[in-house]
């Protein structure tokens, strides 16, 4: 750590700001800083090169290497140069620049040669000039708090001296340790190397020098010395408690209510000291290593306080045990998504054991970890996860863990897992072109919704698609169909398709779940299909349900002419018109289907008419499915238009998807008088206008 801070100044003394003491030097001895002074370094890898040491049978990577190295080692002790200086500009930019660069270089170079040794070296010069970098940071914090502690001084303000010398103390603290193990580097380096960095290692062990007669400056100038005086006992375990007591004074006189902080491991105790300045303190050696340990005492001052805080280290040895533990597993029989509990109690020789770890697995796989209370007290309740597999299956309760005081303990027991029943729904439908779009959800029996499971769908012995449950259990997406090029399959030569839903639930204590969709498929046709667009296709499956009612129907009353009065040729809705078919035109249609009886065909056609309303309307894309066009809409539309829309969407999606088809007649009769005030109504009154 090398400081150049403004030059000391006693309370009350002159301070003059043009004034400057390099900590590069002992006390007294001043130097100026200015920016052009070129640092030195009679390092011999200042001038190192590719030289005689390297034979001409040498690989060309370690030729280049040699090279690297020596750079980059010069850049590392001319910014030490600099540093000592107390020139911190200087001694970042000489290892900064292209210097990463270098390193990435040299770590490339190093990785085609066969020893692994350069690329340990590459590693080495990389950590180097980052604590390097560290140092300085360090020094040039240090040297302007340092300059402010001064100016403080000078000033009289000795509250706000007394805050930076606290700073600054902390400072050279850190500097002290980076300065430590910048040294181990460049002895690494030295050994492992060319680099001489005999020079260096004279610097860093200086500057260390010089921070020991900073912090003692500071102290002596800025805070009272204070005495503590600690004792521990010998050894201490888990179930005897190692008591700490002590007295905190200076010049004689004791301190009161000052807080003392004790540290063992990572466990922490703070106590204050008490009117004669004692204190007492009891810390429980649990998650500790066994064996020989170092416990810590330090005075903590505030940072405005006079006194200088201190710390004192103790040895003390820790002796181990082995704790018992009293468990019990409920219920003997669970399944899925049930609750286990396990409680247990935790103790030494009938001493309780507080805040032990404790890890529980059943089967082998993790299911809970917690912590004792300060009874030695647990409680595991949680709900099984499928991924215990069914069966009998063992938990094991683990008590404490690996390396520390409290010896770990293996306690086990047993519980049966029954199997979960679970289903599937499952249902698809033709969207547009070539797409079955399907829609599914996973739950148990018990209604339970099943998220994150694999749910593959497959048409006959064709390849299947994968998709993924969300939160709620629910999953969908898409799949295709080739198409053909025969106009007539469009109406009248339907498919029925299978799709196939499986969920496989290997290694889970879920039972697999398959379910069976039937989809009427009508092949689309290449290019008029692409015209016709989603509505044209709607509309077309819709017809050629209705052509399979008419049939149904005749066969059950038995006569065709009954049902000519009800269907005429007109509600056939020609093939040719599917295209230009207007909303209200199909509206029209709709309706006669209606008062055929044929719900499906009148719902059906309906939801159409109005879509292809909004679809002109508004800029959406044909693709939508009926809720995604509902949704869509919502920012679009008044509130009486999207409820309308929803409405005749949800019936829509009742009569044609769902096992619950019953529309009443009523209900109809509304949403077509709706629908006619919307579509012809409106019609209508366009032309009016027009």
Request: hydrophobic share 30%.
């Amino acid at each position: 750590m090398l400081l150049s801070p403004v030059a000391t100044a006693e309370s009350g003394g002159s301070f003059s700001g043009s004034d400057s003491l390099s900590l590069g030097t002992p006390a007294g001895e001043a130097v100026m800083q200015t920016s052009d002074i070129e640092p030195s370094n009679t390092s011999n890898t200042s001038s190192r090169h590719i030289g005689p040491e390297l034979t001409q049978n040498e690989p060309s990577a370690e030729i280049v290497i040699s090279e690297a190295e020596a750079r980059v080692g010069s850049r590392l002790l001319n910014s030490t140069d600099a540093l000592q200086a107390g020139q911190f500009d200087t001694a970042e930019t000489t290892i900064s620049g292209n210097t990463t660069d270098l390193l990435r270089q040299y770590e490339r170079l190093a990785a085609q040669t066969e020893s692994t040794a350069d690329d340990e070296i590459a590693q080495e010069f990389n950590l180097t000039v980052q604590q390097q970098r560290e140092l300085i940071g360090t020094a040039r914090n240090s040297s302007s708090i340092y300059n402010e502690y001064q100016l403080a001084r000078a000033n009289g303000n000795q509250t706000r001296a007394r805050q930076l010398a606290r700073t600054l103390l902390k400072q050279t603290q850190d500097g002290n340790q980076t300065a430590e193990r910048l040294t181990n580097q460049y002895e690494k380096l030295a050994n492992e190397t060319d680099l001489n960095a005999t020079q260096t290692l004279t610097e860093i062990n200086d500057a260390q020098a010089r921070l020991a007669e900073i912090q003692d400056t500071v102290r002596s100038e800025t805070l009272t010395p204070t005495s503590l005086r600690v004792s521990t006992p010998a050894a201490a375990s888990p179930t005897q408690p190692m008591d700490i007591s002590g007295t905190l004074s200076s010049n004689n006189s004791q301190l009161t209510n000052k807080t003392i902080k004790i540290s063992l491991g990572d466990r922490t105790v703070q106590t204050k000291t008490n009117e004669a300045g004692e204190f007492n303190a009891s810390l429980r050696p649990l998650m500790i290593a066994s064996g020989q340990q170092t416990v810590s005492v330090q005075f903590i001052p505030e940072t405005t306080s006079i006194y200088d805080g201190q710390r004192v280290e103790k040895s003390i040895q820790i002796d181990s045990i082995s704790p018992t533990a009293d468990i019990q597993y409920s219920p003997s029989h669970v399944q899925f998504n049930e609750t286990v509990v396990i409680n247990g109690e935790v103790d030494a020789g009938q001493v309780p054991l507080s805040d032990v770890p404790v890890t529980t697995t059943i089967a082998g796989r993790p299911f809970k970890s917690v912590r004792t209370d300060h009874q030695g007290n647990f409680r595991i309740s949680e709900s099984l996860p499928a991924t215990i597999p069914n069966g009998s299956q063992q938990i094991d309760v683990v008590i404490s863990k690996q390396n520390v005081a409290v010896q770990p303990t293996i306690k086990t027991g047993e519980i049966y897992v029954n199997l979960t029943e679970t289903e599937l729904s499952f249902t698809s439908i033709q969207t547009d072109g070539s797409n079955i779009t399907f829609v599914g959800q996973l739950t148990t029996t018990e209604g339970t919704e099943l998220s994150d499971r694999r749910i593959s769908i497959s048409q006959g012995n064709s390849s299947s698609v994968v998709s993924y449950t969300n939160q709620s259990g629910y999953f969908d997406g898409s799949t295709s169909m080739e198409a053909t090029s025969d106009i007539s399959q469009l109406l009248f030569s339907p498919d029925k398709h299978t799709l196939t839903a499986r969920y496989d639930s290997t290694g889970e204590n879920l039972e697999p779940s398959t379910q069976t969709t039937m989809v009427s498929y009508s092949s689309p046709i290449s290019m008029p299909l692409q015209q016709i667009g989603f509505v044209g296709l709607t509309v077309a499956a819709i017809i050629y349900a209705v052509s399979v009612w008419r049939r149904r129907e005749s066969k059950s009353n038995g006569s065709e002419d009954e049902l000519s009065g009800v269907i005429d040729s007109e509600a056939a809705l020609p093939t040719e018109t599917v295209e230009e078919a207007s909303p209200d035109k199909l509206l029209s249609h709709a309706k006669k289907y209606h008062d055929a009886g044929n719900v499906e065909a009148a719902a059906g056609l309906g939801y159409v008419a109005l879509r292809k309303k909004h679809m002109k309307s508004h800029d959406v894309a044909r693709s939508l499915t009926h809720w995604e066009l509902c949704r869509t809409l919502r920012s679009e539309l008044d509130s009486s238009s999207h409820e309308l829309l929803y409405e005749v969407t949800e019936i829509y999606e009742r009569v044609l998807f769902s096992d619950k088809k019953f529309v009443s007649n009523s209900e109809l009769d509304i949403i077509f008088e709706k629908l006619t005030d919307v579509i012809t109504n409106e019609n209508e009154s366009n032309l009016e206008l027009e």
